[in-house]
Each structure stands twice: as C-alpha cells, then as structure tokens.
C-alpha cells in the first residue's frame, strides 16, 4: 500500500527534475557568449533547442530508471512526451515558423557574441586565420549594434515595408573594434 502512495509522487518528482533541468539549460546555453548580460536577448531558437534536449533527457531519464517508475501506461505516455518534445522542437528550429524580425535578431544577438567569443579567446597561431578572427570580431560587433539599433527603431517605429521607407530611416553606421565592448544601445 504504501509503495502505491508514493508512485505519482515519484513521477511528479520525475518532472520536476526533468523542468529544473531544461530551465537550467535554457540560461546555461547563455554562458557562452563574449558578453553575457549585454547579450542575454530572449532567443526562440534557443528554447526550441531546449524542448529538444528536455525530450531527450525524458526518454534517456526514463529508460534508465524504469525500475522506479512501474506504471506502463504512464510511462508509455511519458515516452510519447518525449518523442513529441523532440519532434515538435526539431520542427520549430527548422521551420521556424514562431520567429519574425524583432526576434530573428534578438536571437542572433546572442550567436554573434558567441562568435566573438571564440574568435577572440582561441589560441590562433596561424597569422591567416587570426586575420579572419579579426575580420569576425569586427563585423560581429558592427552587427549587433545595428541589431540593437533596429530592434529599437522597430519597436518604437514599427517595421519598413518599402524601399521608400528604407531610405527614409537608414541603419546608422557603426564600427565594429576588435578591442571595444559592444556598446549597448538599450542603455
């Protein structure tokens, strides 16, 4: 009787475990990037990756401690769950279909500080490669800038639809530094 008592409590804990670690991976993909609180932007992407990753471990988790969890239908839809995490995610990644302009960049923002990061801390011997580097650093800081700028520009302004429109609120021209910080606009 009392191993029945405690079964939907283990699967509960089962979830809880299983949300704590996708919270905990969503903020821990943030880590590496060149500048973690300037480039903490929401990314979509990001938490598509997650939903991918949390299928996994429900699958993985599962299948390694059947023992704990003995309901059959129970663990065949917990299964079910993570099979449709993982294919859910792997959808919206690869359509994505959720992302419009605003949140491309906000998501971009991040990838381009990871590029800055590896390209600035690799240990780069070769005098080509670290021209490349270089070149990266430069054009990634230059990007997010122009980034934050419309993502502002958009949000008060609204979106350019024509090449009038264009003309009349062009990106202001910014200079990626291959030893300045990313200025952050929002401030």
Same mark, same amino acid.
């Given at each position: 009787m009392e191993n029945n008592e405690k079964?939907?409590?283990?699967?509960?804990?089962?979830?809880?475990?299983i949300g704590t670690s996708m919270v905990a991976m969503f903020f821990l993909m943030y880590t590496h990037s060149y500048q973690i609180i300037?480039?903490?932007?929401?990314?979509?992407?990001?938490?598509?990756?997650?939903?991918? !990753?949390?299928?996994?471990?429900? &699958?993985?988790? *599962?299948?390694?401690?059947?023992?704990?969890? =003995? /309901?059959?239908?129970?663990?065949?839809?917990?299964f079910a769950l993570g099979i449709l995490l993982i294919v859910g995610g792997i959808w919206l990644v690869r359509s994505q279909v959720t992302v419009s302009g605003v949140d491309?960049?906000?998501? !971009?923002?991040?990838?381009?500080? &990871?590029?800055? *990061?590896?390209?600035?801390?690799?240990?780069? =011997? /070769?005098?080509?490669?670290?021209?490349?580097?270089?070149?990266i650093i430069k054009a990634q800081r230059r990007e997010i800038m122009e980034m934050q700028w419309l993502i502002n520009d958009i949000k008060e302004n609204g979106i350019v639809e024509t090449e009038e429109e264009r003309k009349n609120r062009p990106i202001p021209k910014f200079e990626g530094s291959l030893t300045e910080e990313t200025k952050n606009l929002n401030d």
């Open positions: 079964k939907p409590n283990n699967y509960l804990k089962f979830f809880a475990m300037d480039h903490f932007w929401y990314s979509e992407t990001r938490f598509f990756m997650t939903l991918i !990753m949390g299928g996994s471990m429900v &699958i993985i988790m *599962l299948l390694y401690m059947l023992q704990m969890y =003995k /309901d059959r239908n129970k663990n065949i839809s917990i491309y960049m906000e998501g !971009m923002i991040p990838h381009h500080s &990871i590029a800055i *990061l590896t390209s600035e801390r690799s240990k780069i =011997k /070769d005098v080509r490669v670290r021209k490349i580097a270089d070149e």
